[in-house]
Nanobody
Framework: QLHVVESGGGSVEAGGSLRLSCVIS????????LGWFRQAPGKEREPIAS???????NPFYADSVKGRFSVSQDTSALSLQMNNLKPGDTAMYYC?????????????????????WGQGTQVTVSS
């Protein structure tokens, strides 16, 4: 059983940066897919970045954030560094974790049926 809590959202102007943090309690250091998702008003939730713990392989990034967002993991948290933010990045951002998908599915961003979810943190980007 994992517990997931996000923080770091806020309001910024276009071109600005934010860093989201996700504290995950429990043992997730090997064999877990950790991901960031977002959901804008009126739109479906979409995967934007994910990595697989304890294994080699480049993280997954959605095309819409590639080159601007960076996901990383340390011993205490999963982070999402967001640079050059655009109004289109405005959404509720969620952190999630699961042990129930394969590493290649995790690193392709093809699955969204994660087991553990945080409550979300709002990111608003003004033009």
């Amino acid at each position: 059983q994992l517990h997931v809590v996000e923080s770091g959202g806020g309001s910024v102007e276009a071109g600005g940066s934010l860093r989201l943090s996700c504290v995950i309690s429990g043992n997730y250091y090997h064999g877990y897919c950790l991901g960031w998702f977002r959901q804008a008003p009126g739109k479906e939730r979409e995967p934007i970045a994910s990595l697989y713990t304890g294994a080699a392989g480049n993280p997954f990034y959605a095309d819409s954030v590639k080159g601007r967002f960076s996901v990383s993991q340390d011993t205490s948290a999963l982070s999402l560094q967001m640079n050059n933010l655009k109004p289109g990045d405005t959404a509720m951002y969620y952190c999630a974790a699961t042990k129930d998908i394969a590493w290649y599915e995790c690193l392709s961003g093809s699955r969204s049926d994660f087991t553990y979810w945080g409550q979300g943190t709002q990111v608003t980007v003004s033009s």
